[in-house]
């Protein structure tokens, strides 16, 4: 069974349905509500949607955009710089609370290349600017053109802007 799109008018419903939420709860998977938005696939939203989704959540369910999984350290800001959701990122970053120099451990996949039959992937420890340069890095050698690119680019841009304005140089190695 394929599951259907997620859309802001769904999501919306979804989020007055469960009222009062506490939409900084942690899943006992370890992750928030707002960590599932950004893990959305292509196939169940776009990254527009997936926009719609964080903004909706930051601005009037209050959530706290540094909140991390408890083991992994991952952060909405990692997934979605790794993902290559560059307006995420800027509303995460322009929220004024999130860490850019937090580390959290992970496994992403590229979107563009398999060998073998399988996927290719990337496992790391590594702050939100080292994940969108390793991900970029990664859909390059995967066969990736610059257009496919161009979301972690604009990412990664804006991350060293952030770090830049932290006094962090970050990513050093792709520099």
């Known amino acids: 069974k394929q599951r ?9 419903t979804l989020l007055q349905k469960w009222s009062p939420l ?3 709860h942690l899943h006992s998977r370890g992750s928030t509500l707002l ?3 950004v893990k959305l696939s ?3 939203a776009s990254p527009a ?3 719609k989704m964080a903004k909706e ?11 991390a999984h408890p083991s992994s350290r991952l952060s909405p800001l990692m997934i979605s ?12 970053i322009n929220s004024g609370r999130c860490n850019v120099e937090a580390q959290g451990k992970g496994t992403f996949y590229s979107s563009v290349g398999a060998v073998g039959g399988r996927r290719i992937r990337h496992s790391g420890t590594h702050t939100a600017l080292e994940w969108c340069c390793e991900m970029k890095q990664m859909e390059r050698t995967a066969g990736a053109s610059q257009l496919e690119i161009r979301d972690l680019v604009e990412c990664e841009r ?6 830049v304005a932290r006094g962090r140089q970050g990513c050093s190695n792709h520099l």
């Open 22 to 24: 506490d939409a900084n």
């Open 81 to 92: 710089a790794a993902r290559g959701y560059s307006k995420v990122v800027a509303l995460l």
């Open 158 to 163: 804006l991350l060293r802007k952030a770090a």
């Open 57 to 67: 959540l930051l601005n009037k369910w209050d959530v706290d955009p540094s909140k």
């Open 35 to 37: 960590m599932e938005i």
């Open 4 to 12: 259907s799109k997620v859309t802001i008018n769904s999501f919306r």
């Open 42 to 44: 292509i196939k169940r």
């Open 49 to 51: 949607q997936v926009f």
